[in-house]
């Protein structure tokens, strides 16, 4: 097998500027830059390593499809479950793909509700509630729909779960957890700023969210609760009604 150079680049996250790189025969490798991005297997890649660039452009990409499909929102004789259902197969899948290993920042999650609650209330015909007076929470029970983001949350447990399962000896175990199971953290300088959002901490701090109404509740100190979430994961049947739990209810306690 050989890699075609035209579509080979070189990409640095968060870290100094690579130099000039070359093949082999001394041909340059094309080197990403500060201002330019590249996609990959449907994820738009940049220097900074941030998910909003890929969020944005999906949500754009969305919007232009579901307008498309206007005539079939606003009709009449169509029943609303038949166009939320169409709503859920075609656009959940656009707007959420490769979104189940990359942490999103508050921000970000407010973002993706918007557009998911501008998107069902097209579908209901009801005006935003500045106009209408009426609230998202009724829109989501007229719906009989949950916040996205607590979709993608649910589809972020069933991966952390699969990750944990998974051993040291696979790939992506190995490349979140050391032999310890601990985190890994990166061997290299810090950036200028804020620390970086990581996945792992993030999916960690979320199972003690949900698991905190359930009793036994997670132990405080961190080392424990490691390992009992670790224990959580590994029992399937009940890893899978846990996953449930972001769209059974609204916010935990």
């Known amino acids: ?18 130099g000039v790189v070359t093949f082999t025969d001394n041909t340059p490798v094309h080197v990403v830059g500060d201002n330019e991005s590249l996609e990959y297997l449907g994820t738009v890649l940049n220097r900074k390593g941030s998910p909003q660039i890929t969020l944005t452009t999906r949500l754009a990409r969305a919007k232009q499809e579901f307008n498309k499909l206007a005539q079939f929102w606003s009709h009449a004789i169509i029943k609303t479950a038949l166009k ?61 729909c949950q916040p996205i983001s607590k979709e993608l949350e649910s589809l972020q447990l069933k991966y952390f779960g699969h990750v944990v399962r998974a051993g040291i000896a696979d790939t992506i175990h190995n490349v979140t957890y050391n032999q310890s199971h601990n985190t890994r953290t990166l061997n290299a300088p810090k950036r200028a700023g804020r620390p970086c959002h990581k996945w792992a901490p993030g999916m960690e701090l979320t199972v003690s969210r949900w698991a905190s109404a359930q009793r036994p509740p997670l132990p405080i100190p961190v080392s424990q609760r490691q390992r009992v979430i670790f224990a959580k994961c590994e029992d399937r049947a009940g890893w899978r009604s846990f996953c449930a739990l972001p769209t059974r209810r609204r916010d935990p306690p």
Not at 1 to 18: I, Y
Not at 93 to 108: A, E, I, Q, R
């Open 84 to 144: 939320v259902r169409v709503f859920k197969q075609f656009f959940y899948p656009m707007v959420l793909y490769g979104l189940t290993h990359v942490w999103l920042t508050d921000s970000l999650r407010n973002r993706l509700d918007a557009w998911h609650c501008r998107c069902l209330r097209r579908i209901v015909r009801v005006k935003v509630s500045m106009i209408s007076h009426v609230t998202n929470e009724v829109i989501y029970k007229k719906t009989d």
């Open 1 to 18: 097998m050989a890699l075609n150079r035209a579509k080979t680049k070189l990409l640095v996250v968060n870290g100094p500027p690579a």
